[in-house]
């Protein structure tokens, strides 16, 4: 049976869309190609596939000295050698963004430029609708405080009722299949766009809890937005873990695990044994080669901040 016509001609050809990717940062701290040959050496030794799965940025916000055309050549080829997958480079230096053109390199913000809060301004004006027991008073326009955006701002005590509300609850716990790329988006981010009468509704919200029980296989990213993970099943190596909140794992962790990813420095993972390629929280992170030299490898732990620093502890 054929396929019935559909003309689109009339339709655009692409779209553009935003996303949040998880991208791994090679900081480079130190400029020295030969130091820099047997350590990326010592870690394939380790893990085969390490680099090979995971797509990276490079930056050299730490280097005292911009590097030249020529550094910067020999770098690109060094990462080809070790199938390094680069993706662009991170710099605010404008020699440095001037070379990486020239080499036909993406230019990436630094991390403070990255992270400043983007502002849209919304056209259509919102006014909230009094309650029956509060009276109406007019204020005049010098009195009035509007915001920015043009839309509504809750009081600080009903805007940290519904965080207590979103935390302790654990409704909406759902069970995702194996696939490639799975996503979970939270209820809150449907509710920022409707209008304020349904406030309310979604202050009683709670933030999501994912749980994944079949096998993450190399190569598959899971990502909770805005609330926990819990992994039961078994994670391969080139796997990936992602979430804004915490992150339990209670099969085997070969891949990598990033709690607090946008930034909680109070999230915390933990596992039934502590292995992986890679542990992140809130951005600070250990490698497998660091994991293997702690008392801990392969026990029950958890893992938190304290202040910058990552620490491990037994899982009791």
């Known amino acids: 049976m054929s396929k019935p016509f559909s003309d689109t001609s009339q339709q655009p050809t692409f779209q553009l869309k935003g996303t949040m ?6 900081e480079l701290a130190h400029f020295n190609i030969e130091r820099l040959t047997k350590e990326l050496t010592a870690k394939v030794k380790e893990a085969p596939e390490f680099f090979g799965t995971i797509p990276m940025v490079l930056s050299i916000d730490k280097l005292d000295m911009p590097l030249t055309r ?33 080499l036909g390199l993406v230019v990436l913000p630094p991390t403070g430029a990255r992270e400043k809060l983007i502002e849209i301004a919304v056209n259509r004006p919102v006014v909230a609708e009094p309650t029956a027991t509060e009276p109406i008073v007019e204020t005049p326009e010098a009195e009035q405080q509007v915001p ?45 766009s409707t209008a304020p009468t349904e406030t309310n509704k979604a202050k009683q919200q709670a933030i999501p809890t994912m749980i994944v029980s ?35 794992i209670y099969g085997i962790m070969r891949g990598r695990a990033m ?26 992170m250990i490698t497998e080669e660091e994991l293997r030299r702690h008392p801990l490898w392969g026990k029950p732990a958890q893992l938190c901040l304290e202040g910058n620093q990552l620490t491990i502890t037994p899982l009791s």
């Open 259 to 284: 709690a607090g990813f946008h930034g909680n420095n109070k999230a915390r993972i933990f596992c039934s044994r502590l292995t992986g390629e890679l542990i992140s929280i809130a951005g600070q």
């Open 21 to 26: 990717l998880a991208i791994t940062v090679f």
């Open 70 to 102: 020529v550094e910067l050549k020999g770098l690109l080829t060094l990462f080809k050698e070790f199938n390094i997958q680069l993706m662009g480079l991170r710099t605010d230096d404008e020699k440095s963004v001037a070379t990486a053109h020239k």
């Open 148 to 192: 920015d955006d043009g839309q509504q701002q809750l009081p600080i005590e009903e805007t940290q009722q519904a965080v207590d509300t979103a935390l302790t609850s654990s409704e909406n716990i759902p069970e995702l299949s194996n696939e490639a790329i799975i996503t979970y988006e939270s209820a809150f981010d449907e509710q920022a």
């Open 214 to 248: 079949t096998p993450v296989r190399s190569g598959q990213q899971i990502k909770a937005d805005d609330g926990d993970l819990i992994v039961t099943s078994n994670i391969s190596t080139g796997a990936e873990l992602i979430a804004d909140g915490n992150i339990h």
